[in-house]
Structures are given as C-alpha cells and as structure tokens.
C-alpha cells in the first residue's frame, strides 16, 4: 500500500506543481494517513459532503468508503466518489445556471447555446454507473502508477438532462465529417505550460449520440460543482473519464482529441510501453460486482446466517445474473437482487443469504450480462491499471467465530 500511495503522491504533486509548492501541498493533502485514515475536513468544493462516508487520497480525489455503499441502488451526492485532475471552476459559475454558455462545433449551424435553451430541447433521464476507469487499482500488487482506488471510485447515478441527439437536430445535423463527440471541461489552465497537457478534454466515439445526455440534475438536485455543474456530458456506460465536467465545449470531430487526457492517459497500455494513441482508449465499462458487505479485515463474524450484499453491473450491458462463492470460488450459488432495476446503465444491489462455519473464508461474486459474457476470474494487465475487474481480485476474506 505504501509504495502506491508514494507514487499517488508523485504524479499528483507533478501535475499541481502550478499551484506552487507542490511538496508543500502533498504533505498538506493527507498523504502521510494510511489510506483507511479517519477523514480530514473535506476540500471547501466538497465541504457539504458527508466526511465519514469519503476517504481522501488527495484534495482533488475523494473515494466512497466500503462501508457507505448503502444497499438502496442509488449513491446520495453526499456520499459520492469526486475526481478530478484540476481544482474545479469558480463556485459563481452556478449563480445563474440559464446563463451557462456551451461552444458547438461539428454541426451544421454550430454556435453558442446557453443551458436555458438546452432545457427547451428535450428531457430524458438515465440511471447509469458513474465509475473510474482506475477503480479497483489498489487490489494490484507491486507498482502501478496511479490513484489506489478500492471500490469506492463508482457510484450509480441519475441524471436528468437533454439527449445529445436533439441538440444535434437543433443545430442542423452533424458535420458529414464528424467521427468522435469530444468534449471540454471549462477549467482555467495554469499558465506557461502547454495547454495540451492538462486540457480536460475526451473523445468518444460518434455511436456514444444515441445515448447520451448533457445532463443539469443528478439525484434530483441541480447538479453540484463537484460533479461537474452546471452542465455535464453523461455518456452511459463509458467510464466516467469520458463524462466531461462544466462542459463548456461539445465538438463534433474528425479525430480524436490531441490533450494528454486522451492521446495518452485512460489508454489500455501493455505493461512496459510508451502510453500513445495507438492503444485501445477507455470508452465502454467492463462488466463487474463486488461485495460490500460484509466488510473485509473487519471484526470477526458470529458463526451462523451471513448476508452477503454487493453491486453487479454490466457496463452498456443489463445484468443478468450474479453468483456468489464462500470458498474462494471453488463452488458457487445464484444470488437475489434486491432493488429495483433501473435500466442497463444502473447496476443492480444483490443479496445471498448462507451460513459461515468458525474460521477464516473468502468471498467473491462474479457476474453474467444479458449476453452471456462473465466477469473474468483474472485480470488484464495493463500499465495504468485500468478497468480491473477480476473476480478474484475483489474476493475478500472475512474471518469467523
Ligand atoms: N472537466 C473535467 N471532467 C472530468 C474530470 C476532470 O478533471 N475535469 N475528471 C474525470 C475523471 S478522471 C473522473 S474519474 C470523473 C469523476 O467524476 P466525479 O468527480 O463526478 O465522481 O470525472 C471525469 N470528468
Ligand atoms: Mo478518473
């Protein structure tokens, strides 16, 4: 765990070197706590968010703990993961929401519109799983560059805004040319250092229109700074790098976006090579559950009924079944789900009920989509240390009696 949370501290204090006195903040930004330290006062941008629910990896990286996982399908704001790589736009951006300016480009009668307009297009809402591409790093072993994001970098979401496609219509179609839906993020750029690499900016690949929402309401609330207020672009399904905070621009390309954000980072690498934009980019989520309950390393269980509760979800892929294993995965049952289902993008709480003998056991699930694809026993590694979803990294011992 050490070794990772060194090199978090690392590639973070690089990347705010801007801000002056890198070494400064990343002594100031809790890096010294362990990772499952008690919870610090919360940055002033998240400051009514519930601390006891958020462990802090960085000001700018907040994850849900296990425990505040809930079993009621829907993550409450509060308690929800915040990422991000600059510190967010000035709070004022939200005094007058209507006034919000987004730049088109790639449509036939691009130009300025404001989210007042947007709202006079068209309503939709979607329940989909918000989650990094770097959730689940910290069950690697060894050195992996990156944040050491448990489970908690995920959380599942609605949102409610315009679908992309009428704002299309309503600019007069696409520009026959147009490939890739890439959009920016409206943060200011620290100056004298090539825009290029730190612009919040992804493309996603042109298919992504038929889903996706520019969205003003998460949860059923005007849609907080933290997660990209006033206005955000939800593309369902695809990991959350791609859903674009205070979107100020939304481009209709040719080719993909030249930022880092894009050309390198959020890439599945081999281990060992050069990050570019010849490696398979980080768009549609991987299916995948875990556990949350009951917590691993916690106190040790009374022999007897256990109930196990985790989260399944299958990426642009409804879920179909989830299994649960006592055994490490040598033999496994078919679990409940306990929720509502809110749609393919939403992931599904599941419940199985067993008995737990006197000593220590591990506990997995695996899940199987509408398709028939199963969440994979092992890993795929890659140099970032994304889109891990191996069951058997996110089994958990649990200790009896
Ligand atoms: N504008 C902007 N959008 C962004 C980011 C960012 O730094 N700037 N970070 C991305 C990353 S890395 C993640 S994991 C998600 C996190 O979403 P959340 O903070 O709402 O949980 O936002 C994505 N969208
Ligand atoms: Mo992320």
């Given at each position: 765990?050490?070794?990772?949370?060194?090199?978090?501290?690392?590639?973070?204090?690089?990347?705010?070197?801007?801000?002056?006195?890198?070494?400064?903040?990343?002594l100031?930004?809790?890096?010294?706590?362990?990772?499952?330290?008690?919870?610090?006062?919360?940055?002033?941008?998240?400051?009514?968010?519930?601390?006891?629910?958020?462990?802090?990896?960085?000001?700018?990286?907040?994850?849900?703990?296990?425990?505040?996982?809930?079993?009621?399908?829907?993550?409450?704001?509060?308690?929800?993961?915040?990422?991000s790589?600059?510190?967010?736009?000035?709070a004022?951006?939200?005094?007058?929401?209507?006034?919000?300016?987004?730049?088109?480009?790639?449509?036939?009668?691009?130009?300025?519109?404001?989210?007042?307009?947007?709202?006079?297009?068209?309503?939709?809402?979607?329940?989909?799983?918000?989650?990094?591409?770097?959730?689940?790093?910290?069950?690697?072993?060894?050195?992996?560059?990156?944040?050491?994001?448990?489970?908690?970098?995920?959380?599942?979401?609605?949102?409610?805004?315009?679908?992309?496609?009428?704002?299309?219509?309503?600019?007069?179609?696409?520009?026959?040319?147009?490939?890739?839906?890439?959009a920016?993020?409206a943060?200011?750029?620290?100056?004298?250092?090539?825009?290029?690499?730190l612009?919040?900016e992804?493309?996603?690949?042109?298919?992504?229109?038929?889903?996706?929402?520019?969205?003003?309401?998460?949860?059923?609330?005007?849609?907080?700074?933290a997660?990209?207020?006033?206005?955000?672009?939800?593309?369902?399904?695809?990991?959350?790098?791609?859903?674009?905070?205070?979107?100020?621009?939304?481009?209709?390309?040719?080719?993909?976006?030249?930022?880092?954000?894009?050309?390198?980072?959020?890439?599945?690498?081999?281990?060992?090579?050069?990050?570019?934009?010849?490696?398979?980019?980080?768009?549609?989520?991987?299916?995948?559950?875990?556990?949350?309950?009951?917590?691993?390393?916690?106190?040790?269980?009374?022999?007897?009924?256990?109930?196990?509760?985790?989260?399944?979800?299958?990426?642009?892929?409804?879920?179909?079944?989830?299994?649960?294993?006592?055994?490490?995965?040598?033999?496994?049952?078919?679990?409940?789900?306990?929720?509502?289902?809110?749609?393919?993008?939403?992931?599904?709480?599941?419940?199985?009920?067993?008995?737990?003998?006197?000593?220590?056991h591990?506990?997995?699930?695996?899940?199987?989509?509408?398709?028939?694809?199963?969440?994979?026993?092992?890993?795929?590694?890659?140099a970032?240390?994304?889109?891990?979803?191996?069951?058997?990294?996110?089994?958990?011992?649990?200790?009896?009696?």
């Amino acid at each position: 765990m050490s070794e990772s949370i060194q090199t978090a501290c690392l590639s973070s204090a690089s990347r705010r070197r801007w801000l002056g006195g890198a070494a400064g903040l990343c002594l100031l930004g809790g890096w010294q706590s362990p990772v499952f330290a008690e919870p610090r006062v919360l940055p002033g941008y998240a400051s009514w968010k519930d601390a006891s629910a958020l462990e802090e990896h960085s000001h700018l990286a907040l994850e849900t703990r296990r425990s505040a996982m809930g079993s009621s399908v829907i993550t409450p704001a509060s308690q929800l993961f915040v990422r991000s790589h600059l510190p967010p736009p000035e709070a004022r951006i939200l005094s007058d929401r209507d006034a919000w300016v987004l730049q088109t480009a790639g449509l036939k009668q691009a130009r300025d519109i404001t989210l007042g307009e947007l709202r006079e297009l068209g309503l939709e809402t979607v329940a989909t799983v918000l989650q990094s591409a770097g959730n689940g790093r910290a069950f690697i072993p060894g050195k992996v560059n990156g944040l050491p994001w448990g489970v908690g970098a995920a959380g599942c979401v609605v949102w409610s805004g315009v679908p992309l496609r009428r704002v299309v219509s309503a600019l007069g179609g696409l520009d026959p040319a147009a490939r890739f839906i890439t959009a920016t993020g409206a943060e200011v750029l620290p100056e004298g250092i090539d825009p290029l690499s730190l612009l919040p900016e992804r493309s996603v690949p042109l298919l992504a229109l038929d889903d996706a929402l520019l969205a003003w309401e998460m949860n059923g609330e005007p849609l907080p700074l933290a997660h990209g207020g006033p206005l955000r672009l939800i593309v369902p399904g695809y990991y959350a790098e791609n859903q674009i905070k205070y979107i100020r621009r939304l481009a209709f390309t040719e080719q993909e976006s030249a930022a880092r954000m894009m050309a390198r980072d959020y890439r599945l690498t081999p281990v060992g090579a050069e990050p570019g934009p010849g490696d398979a980019p980080l768009w549609e989520m991987d299916l995948k559950s875990w556990i949350n309950s009951p917590a691993p390393g916690g106190r040790a269980l009374k022999p007897g009924p256990v109930r196990v509760l985790g989260v399944a979800f299958g990426g642009t892929r409804a879920v179909r079944q989830v299994e649960v294993s006592v055994d490490g995965g040598q033999r496994w049952g078919v679990a409940q789900f306990s929720g509502p289902d809110l749609g393919r993008f939403a992931w599904r709480q599941f419940v199985f009920e067993t008995e737990l003998r006197t000593g220590s056991h591990v506990l997995a699930s695996r899940v199987t989509d509408a398709e028939g694809r199963e969440q994979p026993r092992l890993r795929t590694d890659n140099a970032g240390g994304f889109a891990n979803n191996s069951w058997l990294d996110h089994a958990i011992k649990v200790q009896v009696g």
